[in-house]
């Protein structure tokens, strides 16, 4: 932490493949990719997750009001209980509610590196830990079977690896 590392040997994921119920099996989208990750570099995402969900509370500027997902003490009920509130007010009556739902496709696949790295300096994360999470960032691969059973291996570029405990809140701040 101190070093601003995220030792390498912690950064190689194996994919793997769940199949969906109940889809055709000969379909990509009849499987939910995860990545499964080294144990002791989730116990050290844990550190970081910690520290940095902490520097939002603490020094901010924190995460909008407004956001739900994966954040600690509001779940899917907090927040469906937040817009029955809202629509059942007097602001309904005069028109003024307007409600947005976004449900991004490939959301922490895609989140782009640079766009976390600029909302790190946006909530004046502290200098060591940008530099611990652009380590954790960089030089990541995932391994996975290929058509005749080798192992391939693909350098990521983008997105966080979905089982990571780092990658909700780095969705988040991204």
Request: aromatic share 8%; with cysteine.
């Amino acid at each position: 932490m101190e070093r601003g590392q995220f030792p390498l040997r912690w950064k190689t994921g194996k994919l793997v493949l769940i199949a969906k119920p109940g889809c055709p099996a000969d379909s990509p989208s009849a499987y939910r990719p995860i990545v499964l990750l080294d144990e002791v570099g989730k116990l050290f995402e844990r550190v970081i997750a910690d520290r940095l969900v902490g520097h939002l509370a603490r020094v901010g500027p924190d995460l909008s009001d407004g956001q739900f997902g994966f954040r600690r003490g509001r779940s899917t009920v907090d927040a469906i209980m937040r817009v029955r509130a809202l629509t059942t007010g007097d602001a309904v009556s005069r028109g003024r509610v307007v409600l947005v739902s976004l449900d991004i496709a490939n959301s922490f696949n895609s989140l782009l590196w640079s766009c976390i790295g600029a909302a790190l300096r946006y909530h004046e994360v502290p200098a060591y830990l940008r530099r611990v999470i652009e380590a954790y960032l960089s030089d990541r691969f995932i391994i996975y079977p290929g058509h005749q059973g080798e192992w391939r291996r693909r350098e990521m570029s983008c997105g966080a690896p979905q089982g990571s405990v780092l990658g909700p809140p780095l969705w988040n701040i991204g």
